[in-house]
């Protein structure tokens, strides 16, 4: 296991220095927008003084180096500053909101891995079949349109018409787990239609392909029914591809959630997030953007160490 | 025993239909085959004769892409091409096994060797998981397995190809079927691997009395285990007799043919002048892979005009040897001299024409060659490359080459290599070769990707250029047949070293070094009874014996 351990280690390193780049590129990002911070936050009213006095209490006249060091040193420690808009610590606005979003990432990952999976196993099984062509049709449809559409559409039919589900979705901490899930279904439900297909198609395509190595047609020979040399003999091989895709859609779910958050008013990370650039409030964005990159780089991390540990070759070494 | 001679499967008039090209082609035309229990049948003949397709309809199995068409299949009184899915899915694995050439790609990657073992058992409720396990280690023993306790319980990938063949053996008999299909079970292997094989596999089936359908285009493999043979050709029979029979007044013309392949030898050349410089030096040359030492000390010299022929079993480094030599990995140690002068270690520090003089060609012609090239820019190509000719010049050379290797120049050279067979394939490969206009050629394994009669065509063209051009081959290969028809010098590697090497005639005759050996004595022969006689010889005793006494 030594050697899976090293992989692992060096990947996180990897994953460890990516993250920095990507805070640097956050933190450039800001700098270059136009515009003075103080005065922004002043208005234009302000006089001179006043302006300089904030950007003095600010540090904006320190180099951007200096300051980017002071920025990362407190974002180790979990500590991303003071909102521009209201003066509460950014963390303490954005726990909240994160774990909402988790929350609702969790929710249609729940739905839509395994669907997904079953949906992938069984088009593969039946390939070429009506139900392949129609899962085919209708995921590619789904994953073709855009998510608020799909968001509005969903709303049309499940909260308008037929009022199964509520169209807000403003969740807040103090409610049961019921009414919580009830409230989420929607946004959860959209998010599901758009990543399914990625991974259904993947599935399927990585199924397929290994049907025509000589170990399936070996179980076939031993006797192995259709449904079992599917899941018993390739799945197991296909295991890589898929568990890349699921990650990848799942970093997905967090951070691609702004439309549908905004879609749904669910108050989660994304809807902050556009709050906060409406607002020019720079330490929530900028917080909100090293919290997605955290992530996507940590699903990246996971879909990788999932594939290695898939690797009998990699975890039984000779 | 009048049971054992019943009829097991009875084949009639079988035709088998291949999807290609939008339509339906027959590539079986309407073979009988008839089998009594007990009884083993090699079915041999070249790449195409439908050697498998036939043995696994004999299982009521066809490719994809594959029909039967006509013809029945009848197996111990059930009717295959009739029979249901579930019906045919419930005699596989149970009743009739299978053995397949590639037990390394035919062992699923991702789960242990018993739990593949005890998966047709626990599917047609023949054992118990426990009762299979404890049945498996039996067989691993029986088939002389190391460890055989442990070793089901490893991955495929932890367990060497000659293991894996005996291993599926066992995952075969785990049913104790009536008839298992052997399909080239021991193609892959290395002659001193195969030996083991063969004789693991002709002693089980012994032991159960179990039919087989023995598959294998080598002759001398199946004269060691079969009691009657089939020899067929493009999907049609040829002839079919009792092995001796077979062997000794075989009455088609095309069998004899196949029976006179390992005839071409060579005139011996005489032995170099005592002052010629020879063309290509190895000098004590070492090399490795990271940390992993790969060659030792590796020295010997090919003269102009002459072949080497260096011999091993996969992994004694014959290979890297020529990656040396063409400076695609250079050596931690020891030099190549060209003409007598000292090469640059990496290729990229080579002049042109250093490069020039040292070509290849490579066993498979099939990812050798662009496919996306027509055959008449695939020779071009160097000749524009080492010489500069272009336009008219450039296709003149390419006809001559054409012509060199036999190939009439206005049909090839508009073809793509998939238009081409093996063969042709491979005399394009000798051409891209050629047209550098080399002094010396390295030739890894040319020979073993191809039916005999085809490999016989190409060892004939490379002896005839040899002659008209005075090159120099190092013709790297397993096969001692091929080395004693065309090499002048013979090297035998084992482990990245070399164990012995000297003039072919002297090879060939005794005394050898021990290991050359067991590599000769390894190579299967026509005589019937000679398997048997060199495990007597090397005193391994029988394997069912052994089982019988633990």
Redesign the interface.
């Known amino acids: 296991m030594s050697g899976v351990m090293g992989l692992i280690v060096k990947r996180l390193g990897l994953g460890l220095v990516t993250l920095l780049v990507v805070s640097i590129i956050i933190f450039g990002a800001v700098e270059m927008l136009p515009g003075d911070l103080a005065q922004q936050i002043l208005g234009q009213s302000a006089t001179e003084e006043t302006v300089a006095q904030l950007r003095e209490d600010l540090g904006l006249n320190r180099p951007a180096f200096v300051r980017y060091f002071e920025w990362l040193g407190g974002a180790v420690q979990g500590d991303f500053g003071v909102s521009l808009a209201n003066n509460r610590s950014v963390a303490e606005q954005l726990a909240p909101r994160f774990a909402n979003t988790l929350f609702l990432a969790g929710l249609a990952a729940v739905i839509a891995v395994p669907l997904a999976i079953g949906l992938g196993v069984m088009a593969a099984l039946y390939r070429n079949s009506v139900f392949d062509r129609v899962a085919n049709v209708v995921s590619l449809g789904a994953i073709s349109s855009p998510e608020f559409f799909l968001g509005y559409i969903l709303i049309v039919f499940l909260a308008v018409q037929n009022q199964v589900f509520p169209a807000i979705s403003n969740v807040s901490g103090d409610m049961d787990f019921g009414t919580r899930l009830y409230r989420s279904m929607l946004p959860a439900l959209t998010m599901t239609l758009v990543v399914t297909a990625y991974m259904m198609r993947m599935t399927r395509a990585a199924i397929i392909n290994l049907l025509?190595?000589?170990?399936i047609?070996?179980?076939?020979?031993?006797?192995?029914?259709r449904s079992q040399v599917i899941t018993?003999?390739a799945l197991?091989?296909a295991l890589a591809p898929i568990i890349n895709v699921v990650a990848l859609n799942l970093a997905y779910l967090i951070t691609g959630v702004v439309l549908v958050e905004v879609v749904f008013v669910y108050p989660g990370v994304g809807q902050l997030l556009v709050d906060s650039v409406t607002k020019r409030d720079f330490p929530v964005v900028q917080a909100c953007c090293l919290v997605f990159a955290a992530t996507f780089i940590l699903f990246n991390l996971i879909a990788d160490v999932g594939a290695i540990l898939s690797n009998?070759?990699l975890r039984?070494p000779? | 025993m009048a049971d054992e001679k019943s009829v097991l499967l009875t084949v009639k008039d079988l035709r088998i239909e291949g999807y290609s090209d939008e339509k339906w082609i027959e590539i079986v035309h309407g073979v009988d085959l008839t089998l009594h229990r007990g009884e083993v049948m090699g079915l041999i003949g070249e790449s195409g004769a439908g050697k498998s397709t036939i043995g696994?309809a004999a299982?009521g199995?066809t490719?994809?892409g594959c029909r039967i068409s006509n013809g029945t299949v009848e197996f111990d009184g059930m009717e295959l091409t009739s029979a249901t899915r579930s019906e045919r899915?419930?005699?596989?694995?149970?009743r009739i096994?299978?053995v397949?050439q590639?037990a390394a790609?035919?062992?699923?990657?991702?789960?242990k060797l018993i739990d593949q073992h005890t998966?047709?058992p626990l599917?047609?409720k023949i054992d118990t998981k426990d009762e299979s396990t404890k049945d498996a280690i039996e067989l691993y023993r029986r088939l002389r397995l190391p460890n055989p306790e442990e070793i089901g319980f490893?991955?495929p990938?932890?367990v060497s190809g000659g293991q894996l063949q005996r291993a599926m053996t066992a995952m075969a008999m785990a049913c104790r079927p009536d008839l298992i299909i052997f399909d080239e079970p021991t193609t892959a292997l290395d002659v001193t691997t195969q030996i083991e094989v063969l004789a693991a596999i002709r002693d089980i089936v012994d032991q159960f009395n179990t039919a087989a359908l023995y598959i294998t285009h080598d002759l001398a493999v199946v004269a060691q285990m079969a009691d009657r043979i089939k020899v067929l050709l493009k999907g049609d029979e040829v002839e079919e007799a009792e092995t001796r029979k077979m062997l000794e007044d075989p009455q088609e013309e095309y069998t004899k043919t196949l029976w006179a392949v390992r005839s071409f030898k060579r005139k011996p050349k005489p032995a170099p002048k005592k002052d010629e410089t020879p063309l290509v030096t190895v000098r004590n040359v070492s090399a490795a892979y990271g940390d992993t030492k790969v060659l030792d000390d590796v020295s010997f010299d090919i003269y102009r005009g002459r072949t080497v022929a260096v011999v091993g079993e996969s992994g004694s480094g014959k290979s890297t040897t020529a990656r040396c030599i063409t400076g695609l990995l250079p050596p931690i140690g020891g030099e190549i001299l060209f003409d007598g002068k000292v090469l640059p270690p990496r290729y990229q520090d080579r002049t042109k024409d250093q490069l020039r003089q040292a070509q290849m060609i490579y066993q498979m012609a099939d990812t050798a060659l662009n496919p996306k090239k027509k055959i008449g820019e695939i020779i071009g190509r160097p000749i524009e490359f080492y010489s500069g000719v272009t336009g008219a010049e450039l296709k003149k050379r390419v006809d001559q080459l054409l012509d060199q290797i036999e190939l009439e120049p206005s049909l090839y050279y508009h073809r793509l290599p998939s238009e081409l067979s093996g063969g042709q394939k491979q005399r394009i490969g000798i051409a891209r070769a050629l047209a550098a206009e080399p002094a010396f050629i390295i030739c890894d394994e040319v020979t073993s990707a191809l039916d005999q009669l085809v490999a016989e065509g190409i060892l004939r063209l490379l002896d005839k250029l040899q002659k008209d051009l005075n090159l120099a081959y190092m013709f790297i290969t397993h096969d001692l047949a091929t080395v004693r028809s065309i090499a002048d010098e013979v090297v035998v590697m084992k482990e990245g070293k070399v164990v012995e090497q000297g003039p072919k005639d002297v090879m060939f005759k005794p005394p050898h070094h021990e290991y050359t050996d067991l590599l000769l004595s390894s190579v299967p022969e026509m005589d019937p009874d000679w398997l048997s006689n060199l495990l007597d010889e090397r005193g391994v005793d029988n394997i069912g014996e052994a089982a019988n006494k633990s």
């Not at chain 2, 899915?89 to 149970?94: F, H, I, Q, V």
């Not at chain 2, 790609?105 to 789960?111: D, G």
Request: glycine share 4%; no cysteine.
């Open positions: 025509a190595s000589p170990y047609e070996m179980a076939r020979l031993k006797g192995v029914s018993r003999h197991p091989n009998p070759r039984h000779k | 696994l299982m199995f490719r994809d899915r419930a005699l596989r694995g149970s096994a299978y397949a590639s790609a035919s062992f699923n990657p991702a789960h998966e047709a599917l047609h490893r991955y990938h932890q």
